[in-house]
């Protein structure tokens, strides 16, 4: 059989990605650098039966994209910097109603309009606290091509699952920068598809059997007429003011995450078993870092790389473990200062951790990364 | 005893509803039902959506599909919904607010795009639930909390607004002319296209008693002596014109391709 090799930019695997997963809908509103996965999306949707459609606004592309989700659709909207400050609120509304949704943010140079075609990674806290209140938050960050393509699949799996919206943080350099890459055959990843009521018992909209964390999800017209609402619901759907209530609902929305971290958390390890310094990083500065390792361990310097894949929820186990065996963990990262908040708060003091980032639009260099480590140690 | 329009209709559990005695969404509410009857639509069919205010909670007393979305964005989830699904019948329910303030981009481009879906405006010239601040419909020299001088905004028409960014149908209708409205709602369901049914509603709660509109009776009396249909209006002088409202069926416009079944006709394009 041959093998299906094409050269593509991170976008356009963002979008192959999508439809491997089965993505039949996609509402959005153009924006640099995200603008070819709408681009592709309106090309490929309505040969497969699946629809597109450019909305007036990107608060409309998020709204849209969550209709069309309600009606069983796989569903995604993408986006950058501004338009993903735009959205915030109904990324809320996806999570405490329970909507699958694949939410992209190709990240630019902010704040504001910033640096459009320039790459960032400034958007690490803001997806995990853009939206307003307490709630579960899953966001994926790859770092390749066939990564995007891979965890683009991955996010449609995870929101299927979960019923929550995943966010896949990619950003200019990933989004833009073309790779070979092998599509893989249908069947070779594993696709999942949310849990539907089950004929003949009596749908709860929001209701969960014992142990479960996740209700299944009727599509509107398939015969159960039920209520969504931003509102705290009860198990019936609809609203209800009591703080137990409210209470009872936040816990298992935030148990969604917080009780399968194993299944969610996912990140590379590169040359750190001999390493006596690690580099954490994630996205496209995780390739620069790479290389940076490459070139310290030439020069002597035994270096290797912590690369998070899941951005949240946080590798903290696995954090807290890097403390003990490292005595310095340098985070490169292409912001002033975001994910190193996270990585300090877990590791208490037991390791030195250092910084090494910008914000200028300029890209993280090996150089810089590797003169950061050489300063620590 | 109660209505066989409401016992099948309604979510009888969820009632009695949150609005303020003398309001008149629920003469609107109680219309979409008996419209929906009358033309036999199947509830598992109907998806009621609307957005944030006093109206937008109808949809939660009403037994279809049915979603009350954020503050102003009812018509940008509805498109979704009615884009992914056009079996679905799409309605939507907002109040003046709702549609024209915060969500007027998305009716002026659903309007444009001429897609399935009937918005009624429940339009009651202030916000209600945040307590009787002044709303693009609130008429000039009013007064709201927020115009405790007098509104000097000029007031928006929203269903010649609709009705100019592209609605084949837009008509307007009041809570006292019930019967004319019901069947425009009927008229807006079965259209082909995107329709607009704007409904003056009363709040005598925070409009009326702030604007000293009288008792909730008082305030509907208004409506029924205030309101001229546009074709009457069409031949009377202009001296019986003065202080007078106009509504009904401002267009109606057929055979404009629908934008569902435009997209549809892509699917099939492609499929040769």
């Not at chain 1, 849990?195 to 003949?200: A, F, K, N, Q």
């Not at chain 1, 870092?289 to 912590?306: N, P, V, Y």
């Not at chain 2, 309101?227 to 009377?236: M, P, S, Y």
């Amino acid at each position: 059989m041959s093998k299906n090799i094409k050269l593509m930019q991170g976008n356009e695997a963002c979008v192959e990605g999508a439809l491997y997963a089965g993505m039949r809908f996609y509402a959005g509103y153009p924006i640099t650098p995200s603008t070819e996965i709408a681009e592709k999306s309106a090309e490929l949707l309505p040969t497969v039966g699946g629809k597109f459609i450019q909305m007036e606004d990107e608060i409309a592309g998020i709204a849209a994209a969550i209709g069309g989700a309600l009606t069983g659709k796989k569903s995604m909207t993408a986006t950058s910097g501004p338009g993903f400050s735009l959205k915030q609120e109904n990324i809320g509304y996806a999570m405490i109603a329970e909507i699958p949704l694949v939410i992209v943010n190709v990240q630019r140079g902010g704040p504001s309009t910033g640096l459009p075609t320039a790459p960032a990674q400034g958007e690490i806290m803001q997806a995990k606290w853009g939206t307003h209140g307490d709630h579960p938050v899953i966001a994926l960050s790859p770092s390749t091509v066939r990564e995007t393509f891979d965890l683009t699949v991955r996010a449609f799996n995870l929101a299927e699952k979960y019923r929550t919206p995943v966010m896949l943080l990619t950003d200019e350099i990933v989004g833009h920068m073309r790779e070979k890459i092998e599509i893989p055959e249908p069947g070779e990843l594993e696709i999942y598809n949310r849990l539907e009521p089950v004929e003949g018992e009596t749908y709860i909209p929001y209701g969960v059997r014992e142990g479960d964390l996740v209700p299944r999800m009727a599509a509107f017209g398939s015969g159960h007429r039920y209520h969504v609402t931003g509102l705290f619901h009860d198990e019936t759907g609809f609203p209800s003011n009591s703080t137990e209530n409210a209470g009872f609902m936040l816990d298992r929305m935030m148990k969604k995450v917080e009780d399968n971290l194993d299944d969610l958390i996912e990140y590379e390890e590169y040359m750190l078993d001999d390493a006596e310094v690690c580099i954490f990083s994630y996205g496209s500065s995780a390739r620069a870092a790479k290389t940076a390792i490459d070139q310290l361990r030439e020069e002597g310097i035994k270096a290797g790389l912590f690369r998070a894949i899941t951005i949240w929820p946080f590798a903290e186990k696995r954090v807290k473990a890097l403390a003990e065996q490292f005595d310095n963990i340098v985070v490169a990262e292409l912001n002033l200062g975001q994910y190193v908040y996270e990585v300090e708060r877990v590791v208490k003091g037991a390791a030195k951790v250092s910084h090494v980032g910008k914000a200028n639009g300029d890209v993280l260099t090996p150089a810089e990364i590797a003169a950061k480590v050489k300063e620590v140690l | 005893m109660n209505n066989p329009i409401v016992e099948k209709y309604f979510r009888m559990d969820n009632l009695p509803h949150i609005w303020c005695p003398g309001c008149g969404n629920g003469i609107i509410m109680l219309a979409l039902a008996k419209a929906i009857d009358s033309l036999g639509l199947d509830k598992d069919k109907v998806c009621v959506v609307s957005g944030i205010g006093c109206s937008s909670r109808a949809p939660g007393y009403l037994d279809f599909n049915t979603l009350h979305t954020t503050h102003g964005r009812a018509l940008a989830f509805a498109t979704g919904v009615k884009l992914a699904n056009p079996e679905l019948e799409v309605i939507v329910i907002s109040g003046d607010g709702d549609a024209s303030a915060i969500g007027g981009n998305h009716l002026i481009h659903a309007a444009r795009r001429n897609i399935g879906i009937t918005t009624i405006v429940f339009n009651n010239n202030i916000y209600g639930m945040t307590g009787g601040q002044y709303s693009p419909t609130t008429p000039n020299g009013d007064l709201g909390t927020t115009a405790p001088h007098g509104n000097i905004d000029r007031p928006f028409d929203i269903a010649q607004l609709a009705a100019a960014a592209g609605a084949t149908y837009a008509a307007r209708s009041t809570v006292y002319h019930a019967n004319q409205m019901e069947k425009m709602i009927e008229t807006a369901i079965a259209h082909k296209g995107f329709s607009m049914v704007e409904v003056i509603s009363t709040c005598p709660t925070y409009y009326g008693r702030k604007n000293k509109k009288g008792s909730a009776a008082n305030m509907i009396a208004f409506l029924k002596d205030s309101f001229i249909d546009v074709k009457v209006a069409e031949k009377l002088p202009e001296e019986k014109k003065a202080g007078k409202f106009l509504m009904g069926e401002f267009k109606k416009e057929e055979g404009v391709v629908e934008y569902t079944v435009a997209y549809e006709s892509i699917i099939e394009r492609l499929k040769k």
